[in-house]
């Protein structure tokens, strides 16, 4: 026991550190994933986003596959994760960071390591690994469809995937989870921020949508305010320098600004 | 060692802990003793930077908690035993904690059967963990880092009688080897029984502080009283009270103002035969209900 | 005497509006519940102030149809949310247990829970009328002009019905789910994208084209605002009704009531 070594009891008693390391930054994301999986909760989410990845692809490959007018490329599979991964990888982010609050465990976690920013760092770190580990799974699904599409489809197999989409791809995922996680942070309560967060997704484009169409002067501030709005060129990958403008300032608003005083409020919350 | 200096948390206007300071030695079990909502978590949240204090500071063995590497491994904190997800079992809440730790597996293995959970009972979910269970693993948790501090909160709270008796034995161990040992309670016979020194709060203010016998002495010159049965109660009271003590009748024997030894003594005079002689335990309770009488929910005095 | 059995002879059950006074209270009673309710009153004020600016500064035309149809959008996104968290706080928060340990006639708590729901959405109506009827005001002062009235009784018919069937559809997915997240997402999905989804199956599968109106229990709402509806309209509203309402409600009904609580 360690205590064995400790010197006489009395005043003046001090604990001895200097034999102990930090908690390296490693070993916290190593078990913030397992975290992120050892729950049935947890568990199911990320099985869920899985298996909605590959059955809204066998629903379009089927469609693909019936319908004479339809035809479908490498790219077209990938685009379908519209209707998967990027509803659910935002999610994935928000309860990473949450669920520590509505089950309390951030007492625990705290006492463990004191160090908060180190904590939230290695929570970002795994929403970026999990969503690295989606679009990995999208491109594998989407290949294995592509494949079959070739040999049940009379429809020639185009394997359409440049370093720009992929890339635009990759980064898109990627926002989404941080966006997700910025909201959740900013409102560390799960409800809040999920609704926060499809809100934002499904109403708002609508909303700037018919203000722009309605307001000259807005539609011409809509590209840096509207995040989704900006994102639009990274999907067809024509982003020009005033698109990354666009990009940045809007992602400012929506993603940097939330985090950043989500994190303040983390850093500075007494953990009940 | 911990020591808190002039601690003070305010919420709003209401002052939960008011200037709290005290040391927990090195090989001293200390109990911190209060009515509900007396401060003591709070105290012990401050301690582990869980909650920021509006003032004073608290260090453990001479650092801020904040400052302590890897601080799980130097100190055990037990705060709420239910904060933890339902959704994991008893295991894999012991097994994160070891790896946030860098423990090996077997360790976990080891704090299960420590605190006499079965392996099946560590495979259940949190969910379905009894009150007594859920402390215990807490417990478990606490002791993973084989820490030389212990910061436990109400540790008591759900034990059934065997397990209260273990977590004494091993409480007093932990300190008898040189380890630093603090707990909560609101239930003066539980501290009473571990705690080499003790900490009386009452509305967020420290009202006593001292071993058993200093407190006792503290109060009124440390008066005792004797509980005594005898096979004939009347004979033994005539003595009694023909010696010039006061008795009272109490439960199925008398209740004395004096030492055991006195009653003893008159009762062999007396030629009376006894079935019971003991101290009547009273005074450090009457103590505890008298200092904190302000803050008590039911005034007793 | 030693009573060997309970006398009940005294003994009322607890009557179902004391339980549906009970259950609104706890909607608003704590910081979550409050907040809700709180954030879509000033959603549709915000709403409707941007609303008012924007067709002022634009000189365009502003009825009291118009005003109460912002109003509508605005609460339809959030009164699912309420329908979702009447059911699920239940369960997340543990208190389930003491609720039936006091009421353990469970379908009596959950109909209470959907009067509940009821009368929030009608309040919510209320606000969203009141905020409107202020909006056109407004409007009509700073341009001096009279407030145009026109509000057909048909849009409010259907602006009552679909903002009862929005919360029932949350209410119906949180019994099923019980638990707020899922309860959340799944709704997100099923009232912003589905609708997508169909639409885009229609266009690509011919066979698809004839089916989707049985099940979009969303369009087959809106023609309620053309009303009145054909026979057939009728019976599309009816078919995706019990789809997306009918059956989530009765398994989930089925599982709270065989539901261990804990
Ligand atoms: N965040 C808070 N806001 C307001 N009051 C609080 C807060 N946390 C604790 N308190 C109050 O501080 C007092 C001390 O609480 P606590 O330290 O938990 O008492 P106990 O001695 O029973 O552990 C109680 O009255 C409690 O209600
Ligand atoms: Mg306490």
Known sequence: ?????????????????????????????????????????????????????????????????????????????????????????????????????????????????????????????????????????????????????????????????????????????????????????????????????????????????????????????????????????????????????HFAVSGFIWLVLPLAIGVWRVLRAEVK | MIQVEGLTRKYGSFTAVDDVSFVCQPGRVTGFLGPNGAGKTTTMRVMVGLTPPTAGRVTIGGHLYKDIPNPGRHVGVLLDASAQHAGRTGREILEIGARTMGLPATRVDEMIELVSLTPQEAKRRLRNYSLGMKQRLGIAHALLGDPSVLILDEPANGLDPAGIRWMRGLLKGYAERGGTVLLSSHLLHEVEQIADEMILIGNGRIVAQGDKKSLLAGADGGKASTLVTALDNTALADALTAKGFTVASAGEGLRVEVEPVEVGRTALEASVVLTDLRAAEGGLEDLFLELTAETQREHTA | MTAATLDLGDARPIPFHRLVSVELRKSYDTRAGFWLLMVIGLLVVAAEAIVLIVTVVQDEPLSYGDTTAVAAFVTSVLLPVLGIMVVTSEWSQRTAMVTFALEPRRPHVIAAKAMVGLLLTLATIVVALVVGLVTVLLYAALQGESPVWHFGWTGFTAFLVTQTFAMLGGFALATLLLNTPAAIVVFFVYRWVLPGLLALGTALIGWFGSLAPWIDFQSAQGELYDFPLTGEQWAQLFVSGVIWLVVPLLIGIWRVLRAEVK
């Open chain 1, 1 to 245: 026991m360690s205590m064995n070594s400790m010197a006489a009891p009395g005043l003046g008693h001090s604990l001895d550190i200097s034999g102990t390391t930090p908690t390296p930054f490693a070993r916290l994301v190593r078990v913030e994933v397992r975290k992120a999986y050892d729950t049935r909760s947890g568990l199911w989410l990320l099985i869920s986003t899985a298996a909605l990845t590959a059955v809204v692809m066998v629903i379009q490959l089927a469609v693909g596959a019936t319908q004479e007018d339809v035809s479908l490329t490498y790219n077209s599979f990938l685009t379908s994760t519209n209707f998967s991964i990027a509803i659910l990888l935002p999610v994935i982010g928000i309860l990473l960071l949450t669920s520590e609050w509505s089950q309390r465990t951030a007492m625990v976690s705290f006492s463990l390591e004191p160090r908060r920013p180190h904590v939230i760092l290695a929570k970002l770190t795994v929403g970026v690994l999990l969503a690295v580990a989606a679009v990995v799974i999208a491109l594998v699904l989407a290949a294995l469809c592509n494949v079959i599409y070739g040999v049940v489809s009379s429809d020639p197999v185009v394997w359409n995937l440049e370093a720009a989409r992929l890339g635009g791809f990759l980064l898109l995922q990627l926002i989404g989870m941080l966006t997700g996680f910025a909201f959740a942070a900013l409102l560390l309560n799960s409800p809040a921020a999920i609704v926060f967060y499809m809100v934002y997704t499904f109403v708002l484009p609508g909303l700037f949508g018919i203000g722009a169409a309605l307001m000259d002067w807005f539609d011409s501030v809509r590209p840096w305010i509207d995040f989704n709005f900006a994102q639009g060129p990274l999907v067809d990958a024509t982003m020009t320098p005033e698109d990354w403008a």
